[in-house]
């Protein structure tokens, strides 16, 4: 007897036992193996997984982690470098959003996280503000269902 992972057309994979491998092939040929899952007679061997064990449990290859995301740090030191590093038409936008929040809202620096929770809350006026505020903050303002935007800050000047 031989056993041998199979796999269907619609990609279902699973285990047959023949007795030998000549066998398979002519049931192969004639479309005798059935995918216990969909029933599809189109049957293709798979490669063997590797076995380990009496269960005949198959091995999972180890799945590689994938990389990390380098985390992406941006205080303002590294926003002018930053501010040069990026196409000159992206830098005008930015700085065109910049004036924009500068002339419609009222800034509060880094009380932003605060003022926005009271206006939120009703403890203060309705209005537009514009601050810093920590990634900590901006998470837990998220969390709490304030609405705010953030863009990145970049300097004035080239
Ligand atoms: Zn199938």
Request: contains cysteine.
């Amino acid at each position: 007897m031989i056993l041998y992972r199979l796999r269907c057309a619609k990609g279902h994979e699973f285990d047959s036992w023949f007795k030998d491998g000549k066998t398979y092939e002519r049931q192969e040929k004639r479309s005798l193996i059935g995918c216990p899952a969909c029933g599809n007679a189109k049957i293709t061997r798979a490669p063997m997984a590797p076995r380990i064990g009496k269960g005949g449990k198959s091995v999972e290859a180890p799945v590689e982690a994938p990389a990390q995301t380098a985390p992406t740090p941006a205080p303002d030191p590294q926003m002018a470098a930053l501010a040069q590093a990026m196409p000159k038409e992206m830098r005008e936008t930015l700085l065109k959003l910049r004036e924009q929040v500068e002339k419609n809202l009222e800034p509060v620096g880094e009380k932003f996280a605060e003022e926005a929770r009271k206006i939120h809350y009703g403890e203060s006026d309705k209005r537009g503000i514009y601050g810093q505020t920590t990634d900590e903050e901006a998470e837990a303002l998220a969390e709490e269902g304030i609405e705010f935007g953030r863009l990145p800050w970049i300097p004035r000047g080239n």
